[in-house]
């Protein structure tokens, strides 16, 4: 379960100072699909920056099962998105130096894991053919496909994604949500930030943010 | 995908294969999407356009022509949908708000052209609203041709039209969008449009900007006519970088303006330095001599032929650079003056009235008498008396003067030596006769000056009747070819130093510059893809580049060339006022320095711009390779997987470069340091710095333990004669202390006047002395041969000559020496008396014992091999010292010569031994001495130890600061480049960090493995220096071995064919590589690599400095540049995108 406590986050100070969020209270259980809606500069990236432990709170905390992850040091946040938290970015966000295989393990070389079950999540994904490829061999979709894997080659609890479809187009988007449907259905949390309302109303459940505020 | 794959998928798909759609689908289908989006304006309604583009392109595929034509079919159907839809919209809303969407839609983000990502948002929007404000069918045009690079019959196709139409459509596109910039530059000044002016704008100098503008002018106008009008658009985008990214061009002119600014002040130091040297010739001598042999025919042709040789020869007497001494002395004693033989006249009784020689009113071409005006260079006299010429000689100070002045004009020696004439004095009135004595004396000083050397010659022929070819030695003076053998010998290797040094800084100021450019092109790829996009050549970008850097360069050169010459400018105040240096500038226009020292202007701007286009060719050369990837059958492990992702290739080898190069310049300039200060021993190793001064340096004395400030240097006469001596005239110390010098010293001595006396016998005297002492039998026969019969004579007599250099000192000195006599007992009038000297060692030494019985000699030699003249005395040893470490200084400078083993007595016993070969005396003293206590006819010069001192560090400053201001800023540069380097690559790499952290890995591991990157970095310098020179060292090893081999090759044949002369041929032969060997060595000028034993203390230093410094601030620097990344993984991954 992640739960959040009058989470506030503010950018900058004096009068340049932007509140981003406001005093947001929320709590996802374990196996919701969530998807967090709201206009551009509305905060939800935000939101999901600071669930996923990339940012850190000006006030209030953020707690996955009890644990609060807002007095985390690099370390021991590091540790926690590894082990914890996927990511799935608009941009892929894949390493270009290394193939597709090697961004996907990654993490779980991080975690020090002996095995893994990248072989099942790579036909899962219908990239097994894909993988020895460097990011600018891949096109868009496969690219989001190879993001998804290396998100989920540590089997976290609970995935991440920000505009997942944003920069695919309307067939490879349509995959991409089948695929987080799926994990979900596996028993993920998936958490989901767009500005797509067809997008978000695949999901169970809709947040809506506005202006720093769940609506 | 290739137009011919193109081809055959079009041809496919008309046959009805599904697939062969898929994948023009996939292939077309963003491209479709944005160039329906650049019209339409709506994501939604783009979308839906896209769909029913590539549906309509399903359901007809059989009217496609041809597979070629299928780009063009395929977006003439996107044009057609987005055509209708417009119009559509135009049915059911007015035109106001149709125009009113087409704007909203041209500022809804994200547009998402392909190259639309210019780092300069300024620029992107501006370009963006040039291009959107195009009427669709323009914009359309426009889109495909440049942006989807598809051709014009295709474009034609596509809008259904035919290829004239499009290509007017390009046309007018182009021609509005140059209006629109045009309009655009208009706001914001023409005139502004270069970056000299974004740097002007920080200056208030009004001038500066007035200047820069004109420039700017020039440059649009000029742009224009190159580049068809498009100048100017490219001079805005050029004016805006520049003025926005101010920090990006003062870390491109750094490096320029800072190689710029030493290199000119290093050039004008050599250039002070060499003035100074020049002046230095001048006035140590009084004048520039010029010896040489009959045989040098270059010179002898140069004198008979070159009638344009500058300046003054003087031929008689002395002349000083602006210190002409007249008087040579003073005339008081009375048996002198009486003695005087005249001619007719008298003795002058009262100023203006003079008495000269006969033979020098001959010279003088004076036909005159007794009584009559005669006009010379000190003034206009009346002469009253005429020295007969046959019979001068009796006075004793005629004597003495005779022989400096028969000594400074050998040709005259030359010409009348078998005849009476010897010296040509004259006597008149001391100008201040109350305060001195009575009469001075004088050697016709600038008797006459010649106006080049045809002259010279000609007067010797028809004044002097002359008739030999040209004398073998006569004094002349060239200043321009003096001071050119004084460039070959002294200074060209200065020069080549500097200049090494000089590239050195210029590659790695390159490097530098390198680094920057990289930063500056990726920063502005972005605008300049979107020029190519619209239209812009690659001439014009290349005219614009051209224009930009060499006017950078203009700048840089003349901001460099003004601080350079301002900084040397500082120095040379510093040297005129607070060191009271003589006022002789670099900036001096002496063509003798101007024309043997390299143009410091000259040289700093070509320097400087070498840099600035080496770093911009490179940088656009590292642009363009692309390191492939490789394909690895197996996924990398962790470590291999972030090295993979963090691997700077270009940045790596810059910084390694930079590294290696200054340590390499640190080390060389370190060598040039030693070997312009000192050498080292060929056996021990042991560096012995050069003495710079006459004190000190020896650690046998230190001015500053007694507190003496001043002190005279006295030259003595330079020719003379004592008892049977007679002292080679062709060298140049050979002076001696007479009967009068001696009784002054020793009254000096006695009354305590004199605090420190002694005399140095001259090195350069004794250099038979380790043949007849220690010389082998082949030696020994060698020198007997050489001998006259008198040298024989002593040969044979078997005696043991000692050649120890004797000093002489005062009695309280002596006095001084009893708590360290380790044998005998010191008697000071057994050594007054001669019958004794005092062995003096500085070493634990045995070398005499006490009353032993020596003979003290001294030797003249005609050929240089044998004996010819000596004068031997007997004494004994009375007494050893041993002067241990904690003697005082002073007193082992008043009582010790520089040997390690030297003979001691007073100045009585010095005359009675007849030592007589004391090259110079030093006599110090708080107090000036009287005329009489110093040996007569000698110059005296009064010193301080703080002029000394200030000589010396204005030595030893131009000698290395030139050298240390390059060594500094090569590494500054060097560092700069570096450092630049590491913020880079962490800067560069920001995404590749945000996205690793953003998976799990912690900051600490990636900043550890960063550090770990970097640090190997200096280790590779390091290693490549040690490497590099170890091999130069090998080199020269060898090379060293050779020269040893030569040398045991030598002596085996020597033994074997005895007497030693027999195998001059050999000699020769060695003699001959051992010149070339030294040539070759004072080329690299780094002797001392050769030595093994020592090379690993002296080079490491160095090297482990730069390499401690590198790591430290490695360390520092990449923690530091790691603290952008915290806490904040979102902004700064946002941030890498962006440099993606």
């Known amino acids: 379960m992640i739960k959040t406590e009058n989470l506030t986050r503010t950018y900058g100070k004096g009068e340049g100072k932007v509140v981003a969020l406001k005093g947001v209270d929320l709590t996802i259980n374990d196996g919701e699909m969530v998807a967090i809606i709201g206009k551009s500069g509305s905060g939800k990236s935000t939101l999901l920056n600071l669930i996923g432990g990339l940012d850190a709170p000006t006030e209030g905390k953020i707690f996955y099962n009890d644990t609060e992850i807002g007095r985390m040091n690099d370390t021991e946040l590091s540790k926690f998105r590894l082990n914890n938290v996927g990511f799935v970015f608009q941009f892929f966000d894949l390493i270009p130096e290394l193939t597709a295989e090697e961004n996907i393990l990654l993490p779980s070389k991080l975690a020090k894991k002996k095995e893994n079950n990248a072989d099942s999540i790579y036909s899962a994904l219908d990239i097994s053919d894909r993988i020895k490829h460097y990011p600018a061999e891949l096109s868009g979709g496969q690219q989001q496909r190879a993001a998804i894997a290396r998100a989920m080659i540590n089997s976290p609890d609970v995935l991440l994604c920000d505009e997942p479809t944003g920069n695919l187009d309307k067939r490879s988007g349509e995959e991409v949500m089948a695929l987080l449907k799926t994990l979900n259905e596996k028993g993920k949390t998936v958490i989901i930030v767009t500005h797509d309302a067809d997008i978000a109303e695949q999901c169970k459940r809709i947040i809506e943010i506005s202006d720093g505020h769940i609506v | 995908m290739e137009r011919a794959d193109i081809k055959a998928l079009a041809e496919s798909f008309g046959k009805g294969d599904k697939a062969a759609f898929e994948k023009l689908y996939q292939e077309f289908h963003e491209k479709v999407y944005f160039f329906i989006i650049r019209i339409v304006d709506s994501p939604d309604t783009a979308e839906d356009l896209t769909s029913e ?152 100098d009004g001038v500066w900007i007035a200047a820069g503008t004109a420039l700017a002018v020039g440059l649009t106008t000029g742009l224009n006519k190159a580049s068809g009008g498009i100048g100017d658009v490219l001079l805005y985008i050029t004016r805006k970088y520049w003025s926005k990214h101010k920090k990006s061009l003062a870390a491109l002119l750094f490096s320029g303006v800072l190689l710029c600014a030493v290199v000119c002040c290093a050039f ?111 003034g206009t006299y009346t002469l009253v008396g005429i020295i007969d010429k046959d019979n001068y000689g009796h006075s004793r ?35 201040d006769s109350s305060q001195t004595p009575l009469y001075s004396y004088t050697m016709l000083d600038n008797i006459r000056e010649f106006q080049n050397a045809d002259e010279v010659y000609r007067y010797f022929v028809d004044k002097l009747g002359y008739t030999g070819d040209m004398s073998p030695s006569l004094t002349w003076k060239n200043k321009s070819l003096d001071a050119e053998r004084s460039y070959k010998d002294e200074f060209a290797g200065k020069t080549r130093s500097t200049t090494i040094l000089c590239i050195i800084a210029t590659l790695i100021s390159s490097l530098s510059v390198i680094a920057v450019m990289r930063n500056i092109f990726s ?84 320097f400087s711009l070498a840099v600035l286009l080496s770093g911009y060719l490179f940088a656009a050369m590292l642009s363009h390779i692309r390191m492939p990837h490789r394909r690895n059958r197996k996924a990398a492990g962790l470590s291999r997987c972030i090295a993979r992702a963090f691997a700077n290739r270009s940045v790596t080898v810059i910084q390694t470069l930079a590294l290696t190069l200054i340590c390499f310049g640190t080390v060389f300039g370190y060598m040039l340091y030693y070997t312009t200060t ?91 002395l380790y043949g007849i002492t220690f010389g082998d039998d082949d030696m020994r026969k060698f020198i007997y041969d050489s001998s006259s019969d008198e040298g024989k004579a002593f040969i044979d007599s078997g005696k043991y000559f000692y050649g120890y250099k004797t000093a002489v000192a005062n009695k309280a000195a002596i006095e001084q020496l009893e708590p360290y006599v380790i044998s005998g007992k010191i008697d000071i009038d057994k050594l007054a008396s001669g019958e004794q000297m005092i062995a003096v060692l500085t070493e634990d030494m045995e070398v005499f014992s006490s009353g032993e019985k ?19 005395h007997d004494t004994e040893i009375g007494a050893v010292v041993r002067l241990n470490k904690d003697a005082p200084n002073i007193l ?33 003293s708080r107090n000036a001495l009287p005329a009489n206590a110093l040996p007569l006819g000698t110059g005296m010069e009064k010193t301080s130890y703080s002029i000394e001192k200030h000589k010396l560090f204005l030595q030893n400053a131009s000698q290395i600061g030139s050298m240390a201001l390059l060594v500094t800023v090569m590494s500054l540069l060097g560092f700069a480049a570096y450092f630049n380097g590491i913020g ?143 806490p904040d993984i979102a902004s700064s991954l946002s941030k890498g995108r962006k440099r993606q």
């Not at chain 2, 520089?898 to 031994?913: E, F, I, P």
Request: glycine share 6%; net charge negative.
């Open chain 2, 53 to 204: 583009t590539f549906t309509t392109a399903f359901e007809h595929i059989s009217q496609l022509k041809s597979g070629e034509s299928f780009v063009g079919w395929l977006y003439s159907i996107a044009y057609s949908k987005c055509a209708k839809h417009l119009k559509e919209l135009s049915r059911n809303i007015s035109n106001d708000d149709l125009e009113y969407l087409l704007e909203a839609g041209r500022l809804n983000e994200p547009i998402l052209l392909p190259d639309d990502y210019a780092e300069n948002e300024e620029t992107k929007e501006q370009l963006k609203s040039i291009i959107d404000s195009l009427s669709p069918d323009m914009r359309a045009a426009v889109i495909m041709y440049y942006y989807d690079e598809m051709t014009i019959p295709e474009v034609a196709e596509a809008l259904e039209t035919n290829e004239n139409n499009v290509s007017q459509k390009l046309y007018k596109a182009r021609k509005r969008i140059k209006e629109k910039v045009e309009k655009l530059i208009g706001k914001d000044g023409l005139f502004a449009a270069v970056p000299m002016s974004a740097v002007l704008e920080n200056l208030s």
């Open chain 2, 268 to 378: 004008l130091l050599q250039r002070a330095e060499f003035s100074r040297f020049l002046d230095e010739c001048y006035d140590a001598t009084g004048y520039y001599s010029f010896m040489w042999l009959s045989d040098d025919t270059e010179i002898l042709d140069a004198m008979r032929t070159d009638k344009t040789i500058e300046g003054t020869i003087n031929v008689l007497g002395k002349t000083g650079k602006g210190a002409i001494q007249y008087e040579y002395g003073y005339l008081d004693d009375p048996y002198s003056l009486a003695h005087i033989p005249f001619e007719s006249g008298r003795l002058p009784e009262k100023e203006g009235e003079i008495a000269i020689d006969r033979h020098a009113l001959d010279k003088l071409g004076f036909f005159g008498s007794v009584g009559d005006e005669i006009t010379l260079d000190t």
């Open chain 2, 397 to 431: 100070a005629f004597s003495r003067a005779a022989d400096e002045w028969v000594d400074d004009t050998n040709i005259y020696k030359q010409s009348y030596d078998n005849g009476d004439v010897k010296y040509i004095p004259m006597i008149y009135v001391s100008p």
């Open chain 2, 523 to 606: 920063e502005r790829e972005g605008s300049l893809t979107m020029l190519r996009k619209v239209g812009m050549s690659k001439r014009s970008m290349r005219v614009m580049f051209a224009a930009e850097y060499l006017i950078l360069a203009a700048f840089q050169s003349a901001l460099g060339l003004g601080i350079g010459a301002s900084v040397y400018f500082g120095i040379y105040q510093f040297q005129v006022s607070v060191l009271e240096e003589l006022p002789l500038s670099g900036f001096t226009t002496d063509t003798l320095v101007t024309e043997n020292i390299a143009s410091p202007y000259l040289y700093a701007a070509i």
């Open chain 2, 678 to 768: 000192g050498s080292f021993d060929n056996e021990t190793g042991k560096f012995i710095p050069y003495v710079t001064t006459k004190f000190g340096d020896n650690g046998m004395f230190d001015f500053e333990e007694d507190g003496v400030e001043e002190y005279y240097i006295a030259y003595p006469a330079q020719n003379t004669e004592l008892d049977n001596l007679r002292l080679s005239p062709q060298t140049e110390s050979t002076c001696g202390i007479d009967d009068t010098t001696a009784d002054g010293l020793d009254e000096a001595i006695t009354t305590g006047r004199l605090t420190h006396t002694f005399l140095q016998y001259d090195e350069r005297q004794n250099g038979l």
């Open chain 2, 854 to 872: 020596i003979t003290l000699g001294s030797l003249y030699t005609d050929n240089g091999f044998g004996i010819d003249k000596l004068t031997t």
């Open chain 2, 892 to 924: 082992k400078y008043a009582v010790t010569t520089s040997d390690r083993c030297s003979l001691l007595t007073t100045a009585q016993g010095a005359k009675a031994l007849g030592i007589g070969n004391a090259s110079y005396t030093e006599i110090f």
């Open chain 2, 984 to 1126: 880079m690559k962490i800067r560069l790499k920001e995404y590749q960090i945000s996205v690793m952290r953003a998976v799990g890995t912690p900051l600490k591991k990636l900043r550890r493995r960063l550090m770990l990157d970097s640090i190997r970095i200096p280790v590779a310098a390091a290693a490549f220096t040690f490497g590099g020179i170890k091999l130069m060292q090998r080199i020269m090893k060898s090379a060293y071995n050779d020269r040893q081999a030569l040398w045991q090759e030598s002596r085996d044949m020597a033994d074997k064919y005895s007497p030693y002369f027999q195998v001059e041929s050999m000699f020769n032969e060695f003699m001959q590589k051992m010149n070339e060997y030294n040539e070759r060595m004072s080329k690299i000028g780094v002797d001392y690599l050769l030595r093994n034993q020592m090379w690993f203390i002296r080079f490491v230093l160095p090297l482990m400095i730069v390499f401690g410094v590198m790591c430290v601030v490695t360390i520092l620097l990449t923690r530091r540049s790691f603290k952008m990344f915290t």
